[in-house]
């Protein structure tokens, strides 16, 4: 899955060249190999590597807290999100809707590579989820929903309907 969210990411920052990508570990860790025999290790890593490559600074925080949000929503993706056992999947909705009530985006009121990698990792929780769950985690559906269709994002995934229809509406009435 990482590799297909890489790809996907070097299209949204409008990379021309496709990078070589292996994985590594039982956890399919995505591996870089740069030209000049380097290698860079981890999804966080490598994204921000493709952000700074494309010359759009603004992607990882205009301000050096604005930065220190955006690497530890990165961090939170790879080490929470990336590994959340089904159970735990409501706490960290839970603390999400929690932390977006007054936030348009992740770092604030501008998107960042935090936003597109952790809708990367949220997708395949937010798809399964009733439209009284979507509710319940209102400021998450309408994050979720605003990054989605932020353009370029969605490349590899399916939409998902967040608003609820009529039908549904009125029956609260």
């Known amino acids: 899955m990482a590799l297909r969210e890489l790809s996907s990411l070097e299209k949204s920052l409008g990379l021309k060249k496709a990078n070589k990508y292996s ?15 380097l290698s860079l290790t981890g999804l966080a890593t490598i994204a921000t590597h493709l952000v700074r490559e494309a010359k759009q600074p603004e992607l990882l925080g ?20 990336d ?4 159970e735990e999947v409501k706490t960290v909705l839970k603390d999400l809707n ?13 998107f960042t590579l935090a936003d597109t990698l952790m ?3 949220i997708h395949r929780i937010v798809v399964d ?18 990054v989605q269709h932020y353009p370029g994002v969605r490349h590899h995934l ?3 309907v967040i608003l609820r229809n009529r039908f549904y509406a009125s029956a609260h009435h």
Do not use: I, M
Request: glycine share 6%; with cysteine; net charge positive.
């Open 119 to 121: 809708y990367y990792g």
């Open 98 to 110: 929690q932390y977006l009530e007054d936030k348009v985006y992740l770092a604030g009121n501008n």
């Open 158 to 160: 399916p939409p998902v």
């Open 129 to 146: 989820l009733a439209v009284q769950e979507k509710e319940k985690y209102v400021n998450v559906s309408r994050w979720f929903d605003h």
């Open 83 to 86: 590994n959340c056992p089904k």
């Open 62 to 81: 205009v301000s050096a807290e604005q930065r220190a949000v955006v690497q530890q929503w990165l961090e939170y993706r790879v080490t929470k999100l």
């Open 23 to 37: 994985t590594q570990g039982d956890r399919k860790v995505p591996v870089l190999q740069n030209n000049n025999g």
